[in-house]
């Protein structure tokens, strides 16, 4: 694979991981979650329900719904903001980091078939113009 992968290379890798996710023996998340998830676990700083849902530009219940999922999977908490009582900020968990750790090798592996697939196919590409 290129240093810019094609937009379809992406889309594969995207598929080949959301796959080995599906059939792997860990959290099945829809794609809210899954950004929901991501998004508390990227991008630094302190997460709230309010502020997820704005980034997001989803609803706060549809935030809160999946924050209830991400919870029952011991994949993020949720905890009362100490310095505002009315706010809910959102904790990264140990399980959440080992889940992060597991999709990044997840996602590593299916690029790596990917870059083996594009040179095969750019190999097989030349062959042809050679031999036709």
Do not use: W
Request: net charge positive; with cysteine.
């Amino acid at each position: 694979m290129a240093a810019n992968p094609s937009a379809e290379q992406l889309v594969g890798i995207l598929r080949d991981t959301i796959v080995a996710l599906v059939r792997s023996d860990g959290a099945d998340l829809s794609a809210r979650q899954l950004g929901v998830f991501l998004t508390c676990y990227l991008q630094e700083g302190a997460h709230t329900v309010r502020g997820l849902a704005a980034e997001l530009n989803v609803s706060k219940p549809a935030i809160t719904r999946a924050l209830d999922r991400l919870g029952e999977l011991d994949l993020a908490r949720r905890k009362v903001d100490p310095m505002d009582r009315r706010s809910v900020l959102v904790q990264r968990t140990l399980k959440g980091t080992a889940f992060l750790r597991s999709l990044r090798g997840t996602m590593s592996e299916a690029a790596t078939a990917a870059k083996k697939a594009a040179a095969g196919e750019g190999s097989s590409s030349r062959r042809a113009a050679a031999n036709g």
